[in-house]
């Protein structure tokens, strides 16, 4: 609030306020009829939607950079287990870092409603790089998955070794081995295999080298 003394008033110096207590000099003239004291500061009320603006402004870059980063760490896990290494594939943070990225977005317009500045050149660069990057590692990540759930030990399915043991993978992996027939009895595989591992039930997988 600023102290406003009616104009028939002495004037009082600039930035001045009354002290607690302060009455007004008795030989003054009465103020108008209806003559506020005191009114709001104009000034104040521009610094506190500033400052509620930059508030804002500073959690959407603060949440948009942590959903990146939670997303793409949640579609790298992916891609790795979906791989022929296997792993645990992370959705949630896929799903937690997309709502991240919203609540960013949410906090941006909070900050330009309150009469904060957009995003610079730089600013808006850089959030365009954080979304491709979650695109693109998101995309490869779905496929990947899409990929290794579809898998089935058939004929023209792909294995790895892994040890000691053939893992099938998905053919756009690297892999050893490539399945020619499928069939009941080892003695039924062709001459071009050179092995074989169980399938489904009581099936063998013909396995050549590829």
């Not at 002290?19 to 004291?37: C, F, K, T, V």
């Not at 896929?94 to 600013?123: D, E, H, K, N």
């Not at 069939?183 to 396995?207: F, M, N, R």
Request: glycine share 12%; proline share 7%.
């Amino acid at each position: 609030m600023r102290y406003n003394p009616p104009p028939t008033w002495p004037t009082a110096p600039e930035g001045w306020q009354p002290p607690p207590g302060w009455e007004p000099d008795p030989s003054w003239p009465a103020a108008p009829e209806g003559w506020q004291l005191w009114v709001e500061d104009e000034d104040e009320d521009g610094a506190e939607e500033a400052a509620l603006a930059a508030a804002h402004r500073a959690q959407a870059v603060k949440t948009f950079w942590i959903g990146v980063g939670v997303f793409v760490a949640g579609a790298i896990s992916t891609i790795v287990a979906s791989g022929s290494s296997g792993g645990i594939i992370w959705y949630g943070g896929m799903i937690f870092g997309a709502i991240l990225l919203f609540r960013a977005v949410t906090a941006y317009r909070a900050s330009r409603s309150a009469g904060g500045a957009a995003l610079g050149a730089q600013g808006k660069g850089l959030a365009v790089a954080g979304v491709v990057a979650c695109l693109v590692v998101g995309g490869v990540a779905v496929s990947m998955w899409a990929e290794s759930e579809s898998l089935e030990p058939t004929a023209g399915s792909c294995w790895k070794v892994d040890g000691d043991q053939a893992v099938l993978i998905g053919c756009s992996h690297a892999h050893d081995f490539r399945a020619v027939q499928v069939v009941k009895d080892e003695a039924q595989c062709p001459q071009t295999a050179v092995g074989w591992v169980e399938g489904d039930g009581t099936d063998l997988v013909c396995l050549a080298e590829d």
